[in-house]
């Protein structure tokens, strides 16, 4: 019996796909399985190198089959779509996973552990929690705005339409306006407390957390942001530099070169678009602080001379990931350069 080395598992739902090969590229198992199924399949089979997608799910299912004794690779579904040779099939997406992961010089995505993707469950459901109180948010001004009651931007400044919406005495609302108003009030409040809560948990699980804790010194990243890259890069030695890593996250220019002209657009904003937009929104706080008189090192101060704001801050979040992949891979705090030659000079 010829014996199965790679195969390429389309994982589902209910049924599975399986197309395995051997050594010398013969196809030798290629059927379906059920949920409950594949486990026993994978038990029975000696050692062999098992390709998933990095999808919903994949994640759980590369824990188990790795622990019977199987090299289990997960890649990303961009890197697997080229091989699909025409169609779109169960059967041709596995066949076209088991072409993947035989490639050399193919990218692999690190298996989360249980607790990575707990992480990464409490940072989506509070993200989930801050969409719909902005949604409601939103909805309240958007209604008193017809009835020409404004309010000026922020979430601070909605507590002036809470209290006119459950002002009784407003003769500006109609009653039935205000019975509606008042649930979509009633929401606000329930979101935010809980909002506040999930950020206490996170909080205090940074603190405890000694990576997390480092991570919080470079300036621009909070305990959100920290936790984030935490749950989101379980294994930053895979790559090979801070600029992979910035590239990963889609921080670097996108590269459209030809006949030896190189040309570089815009910034790729390939990656995960949560972490991407953290290290924006915190670079950015780090200038709006620069323009209230905080102290920033002199590379900043001369980009921001002669390159607009937002620019300057994409290449700042640029700077803050290197900044990242650095102190994951060496250890250690962030320091900066003029506090450190203070700190040898005296």
Request: glycine residues 8%; positive net charge; charged residues 25%.
């Amino acid at each position: 019996m010829v014996e199965t080395t790679i195969i390429g598992l389309d994982v589902a739902k209910q049924i599975f796909q399986v197309h395995g090969v051997s050594a010398d590229g013969m196809v030798t198992v290629k059927r379906q399985l059920r949920r409950s199924d594949v486990l026993g399949f994978f038990g029975r089979l000696g050692r062999c190198i098992v390709g998933l997608e990095a999808c919903g799910g994949s994640h759980f299912w590369a824990r188990e089959i790795r622990a019977l004794g199987h090299d289990v690779r997960l890649i990303p579904p961009a890197y697997v779509k080229p091989y699909v040779k025409r169609g779109k099939t169960d059967a041709v997406d596995a066949e076209a996973i088991c072409e993947a992961v035989s490639r050399p010089t193919m990218r692999f995505v690190p298996i989360k552990t249980a607790e990575c993707q707990a992480a990464l469950m409490v940072l989506k459901t509070r993200d989930l929690l801050v969409r719909q109180r902005t949604q409601a948010i939103n909805a309240v001004r958007g209604h008193l705005a017809e009835l020409g009651i404004v309010a000026p931007k922020g979430l601070a400044k909605v507590r002036t339409l809470i209290a006119i919406v459950r002002d009784e005495n407003d003769e500006r609302l109609p009653s039935a306006a205000r019975t509606a108003l008042k649930l979509l009030v009633d929401q606000i409040e329930a979101l935010t407390k809980r909002v506040d809560a999930l950020g206490r948990q996170i909080v205090a699980e940074v603190r405890r957390d000694d990576t997390m804790r480092r991570l919080s010194t470079i300036p621009g990243i909070g305990p959100i942001t920290a936790a984030t890259i935490q749950a989101l890069v379980p294994d930053p030695g895979a790559f090979t530099s801070g600029r992979h890593f910035a590239a990963w996250i889609g921080l670097t220019p996108k590269m459209h070169s030809s006949g030896g002209k190189e040309q570089l657009g815009r910034i790729s904003k390939m990656g995960n678009p949560a972490l991407r937009s953290l290290l924006v929104v915190g670079a950015t706080a780090v200038l709006q602080h620069a323009r209230r008189g905080a102290t920033i090192s002199p590379w900043l101060t001369a980009l921001l001379a002669r390159r607009p704001a937002k620019v300057a801050a994409i290449a700042l979040a640029n700077k803050m990931a290197r900044i990242v992949w650095a102190l994951l891979t060496k250890g250690g705090t962030f320091i900066r350069k003029n506090r450190a030659a203070e700190h040898v000079a005296a």
